[in-house]
């Protein structure tokens, strides 16, 4: 560390390169304990009414009723709560998958806005500067959902009353068309992944499987296809 000419503090490169590093390590640790904090707050919250029903005002179902729904419910989505996290925190980083999965909504909005916010600022994915950024993305599209859902929820039912037929046909598409457009800002730096990711999508979306795990699947095997060819070119 050194003075310049007018008293301000030069670092070298090895004290530049160790503040980074304390400085992401301190983030982290904040993420990690405000991220499972307000995870924990949401749970209680989200049992906090079906208890008080079920023990308070006597209106238990059963358990053998609950654990029907449970088993259910558990075959047919339970393997998203491992793909999802797994598939989907190269993307959103540490903060970005707590922020998601406290906000929801996460393939719909939160990884195309982080997406979005990365390419934005020229971010190299899997990078620091990508998380952050990412983080704010997410951060941004969850305040923005929130002002539109207070919107709709007020007057919603309305409002849809006033939009034509032929709009309400357009909705269908708008999953497909963030989704393209988030193949494309990638696919436009690197085309080769760009058709192998399109490939292994149209392949997934014509598969007799469930609905609910092609999103996460398509994302799984897109990596890894990848990861091989980086390896296989001896970049990793």
């Not at 358990?63 to 259910?72: D, N």
């Not at 309400?168 to 988030?182: K, Q, R, W």
């Amino acid at each position: 560390m050194s003075y310049t000419t007018d008293n301000t503090v030069e670092m070298t490169a090895p004290q530049t390169e160790a503040a980074e590093k304390n400085t992401i390590d301190i983030f982290y640790k904040r993420s990690h304990f405000w991220g499972r904090f307000t995870l924990l707050v949401l749970i209680i919250m989200c049992f906090a009414p079906p208890l008080y029903m079920s023990f308070i005002l006597d209106a238990h179902p059963g358990w053998g009723v609950i654990a029907a729904g449970l088993v259910g419910y558990a075959s047919f989505i339970g393997i998203m709560w491992v793909l999802e996290p797994i598939t989907y925190y190269p993307t959103l980083g540490v903060a970005g998958t707590y922020l998601a999965f406290l906000t929801g909504n996460i393939a719909n909005m939160c990884l195309p806005c982080s997406s979005a916010a990365q390419k934005a600022v020229n971010a190299e994915p899997g990078s620091t500067k990508a998380e952050v950024a990412g983080v704010f993305g997410i951060a941004v599209a969850s305040l923005t959902n929130i002002a539109v859902l207070v919107v709709m929820v007020i007057g919603g039912t309305y409002l849809i009353t006033l939009i034509p037929p032929y709009i309400e046909g357009a909705f269908n598409f708008v999953l497909p068309s963030i989704f393209g457009a988030v193949l494309g800002q990638f696919a436009y730096k690197t085309p080769q992944y760009g058709v192998i990711a399109l490939v292994i999508g149209m392949i997934i979306l014509f598969s007799p499987i469930f609905s609910l795990i092609k999103i996460a699947l398509c994302v799984a095997l897109t990596i890894t296809a990848i990861l091989f060819m980086e390896k296989k070119k001896g970049n990793i």
